[in-house]
């Protein structure tokens, strides 16, 4: 007689299993991050913040670009089997799996509304935060719902209107997510403009370094940048990253100067670039995003050394 069941099922069962827990993970965090992109907390935002943002939201899409069709398959694949086989259904693997899914959505939920007390005595008790929960709530509720209903299914039984339904909400709301997701983020080619972007601003910020180094040496600000180049500290002026050419910087002063690049996108900070165009004093504190946002096409940076701060090197020994 043959055998009904067997090592393939058990795999399937696994793979469908954890596919799902990986996929309801990405697409939980893809929500969290879209609800930080559209409500920041101001405890939170800060340096790197829209970065940080931007590539949680790219991790989740490729997983879930990978990992949901895995899934969707799986199911697909697994209910297809339960009506040829309808034995497969009474499986003990498979009646373990489903009963462990259902108990870790129903620890989501549980661990959901710990938080929720957790937070609200905290004093944060934000939009942001009631919508975070608000998807905990839908995704555990609708895998507990989905695999309840399956775990009570007999063998030849086709799937309820509700669970039907529960499915293709589920398939048609992680595509829009993983849409809308693009449209945040931009295409590939925009990205990869904006890294260009942020290469200028890395070499502008070790420009400015050295420029500070070399005053602090020399009492005096170089004529050129070709000034800068020393073969002892191993250190060259770098060249703009797309399109070599190089970086614009004019002395303006004794003590001031500035830097210019061309950029292909304005920057994604989303601050008010008028707030900077007046000269800036030089150091570490200043080096931050703010002091570096730019507009598309060239832009100067004015910068000015304080001598407070970077007194020259002969006065320190």
Not at 203 to 215: N, P
Not at 224 to 231: A, F, G, R, V
Not at 267 to 293: A, H, N
Request: net charge neutral.
């Amino acid at each position: 007689m043959e055998q009904k069941t067997g090592p393939r099922d058990i795999f399937l069962q696994f793979l469908s299993v954890i596919s799902l827990y990986v996929a309801a993970g990405s697409f939980i965090a893809l929500i969290f991050q879209y609800i930080n992109y559209w409500i920041p907390d101001p405890l939170q935002a800060g340096y790197g913040y829209i970065t940080s943002v931007f590539d949680s939201i790219r991790w989740s899409i490729s997983i879930l670009i990978v990992i949901f069709p895995v899934y969707a398959w799986t199911l697909w694949f697994m209910d297809k089997g339960y009506k040829e086989v309808p034995e497969r259904m009474a499986m003990k693997s498979r009646k373990w799996l489903v009963y462990l899914t259902i108990f870790v959505a129903a620890l989501l939920m549980i661990g959901d509304f710990v938080a929720l007390v957790y937070q609200l005595l905290r004093g944060e008790f934000t939009s942001s935060f009631l919508l975070k929960v608000l998807t905990i709530i839908l995704v555990a509720g609708a895998v507990f719902i989905y695999y309840l209903k399956e775990i009570k299914r007999q063998a030849g039984e086709d799937k309820n209107s509700l669970v039907k339904a529960v499915s293709y909400s589920t398939i048609a709301i992680v595509a829009i997510s993983i849409v809308g997701g693009f449209f945040i983020v931009g295409s590939p080619k925009e990205e990869r403009a904006y890294r260009f972007d942020e290469e200028r601003i890395s070499d502008l910020q070790m420009i400015q370094s050295e420029i500070v180094y070399f005053w602090q040496s020399k009492q005096k600000l170089p004529q050129d940048l070709s000034e800068l180049n020393d073969s002892v500290r191993g250190f060259r002026v770098p060249m703009d990253p797309e399109n070599p050419s190089d970086y614009i910087y004019r002395k303006t002063g004794n003590l001031s100067f500035d830097l210019c690049a061309n950029f292909a996108r304005a920057s994604r900070s989303g601050l008010d670039r008028t707030t900077f165009e007046k000269p800036m004093p030089v150091g570490q504190p200043y080096d931050i995003s703010g002091y570096w946002d730019h507009e598309a096409g060239q832009v100067c940076f004015q910068r000015t050394i304080d001598p407070q701060l970077f007194p020259p090197l002969n006065k320190n020994l």
